[in-house]
């Protein structure tokens, strides 16, 4: 019984600190006078990413690759199908133009990357597929690209922006900052409990460690994703909605695993190369969703939820 309630006291951690953690990073980037997408693409992202980072990153320290990959893998098509899908149901998400052309390809990108540099046995003939340490820099490398990037859109629109916005009076830097170190602390703390109590679990359900990271692991640590972008979408703040799960998958691909892989390299299980395909496959069929209309709408949203569902079948025969 122990593991169980661990696991969802992890989780509770992970969430709660996850929203504390989006509140105070979100209110200072709004106080410094940044885009709405950029702040969904960066401040909300990373922070919503931080229980994969935190949990792959443990995982990688105590050398469950399995749990390190699959979180990331899992939690890319978790976000992409049934976040995107259900985010949309309550309110069709526009898409600006700058994303279509270069935020989804970036993911794209990162994706293929990632695909290419796990391939050791069939690009290098190698004995067994590796993400070395070596690969966690160039992912890491990739990472840095993006950062650059956002830090470029970030300066043009404080330029364009000029002297419009006004700074609120008081902007609290003090409680924003307090909120987004407590948030960090509990995001930390519940990705450590979720990993171990995960591994507890699926090890007495006879499930693999990468199963486990592609749904328990992958679902849970995406759940601040959901609340996010669905609130967002509520708030019809589409900006914020879109921009947090397409920042969320660069960052889990490039940084966490990039990171993760530095620490200690992990060995790739064969199964998951299946789910790398579908990962690329669903963020080529956003960026066609993306085009057509340059709106992600209910039809879309319905047909993106069900592959989800159709892919969690999948897996679990599959195990």
Known sequence: MAPYL?????????????????KGASSIAKNLNVSTLLVGLTIVA???????????????????AGVAIGNVVGSNIFNITFVVGITALFYPLKVENETIRKEIPFALLGSIALL???????LQALSNNL?????????????????Y????VARR???????ETVLTEDPMWGKQIFLTIVGLAAIIFGGDVVVDNASVIALSFGMSDTLVGLTIVAVGTSLPELITSVTAAIKKESDIALGN????????????????SVISPLIVDSKIFIDVFFMIFLTILLLVFSRTQFKIGKVEGIILAAAYVIYMIFIIIRN
């Open 245 to 260: 799960i397409i920042g969320s998958n660069i960052f889990n691909i490039l940084f966490v695993l990039g990171a993760a």
């Open 6 to 22: 661990l696991l969802i006291i992890g989780f509770a951690l992970l969430i709660k600190g996850a929203d504390f953690f989006v």
């Open 46 to 64: 990373f922070g919503t990413s931080s229980p994969e980072a935190t949990v792959s990153i443990v995982a990688a320290l105590e050398e469950n």
């Open 157 to 163: 629109s404080r330029d364009n922006a000029g002297k």
């Open 116 to 122: 290419l540099l796990m391939s050791d046995m069939f």
């Open 149 to 152: 990037y956002i830090f470029e």
């Open 131 to 147: 993400l070395t340490r070596t690969d966690g820099f160039v992912l890491l490398l990739f990472f840095a690209v993006f950062l």
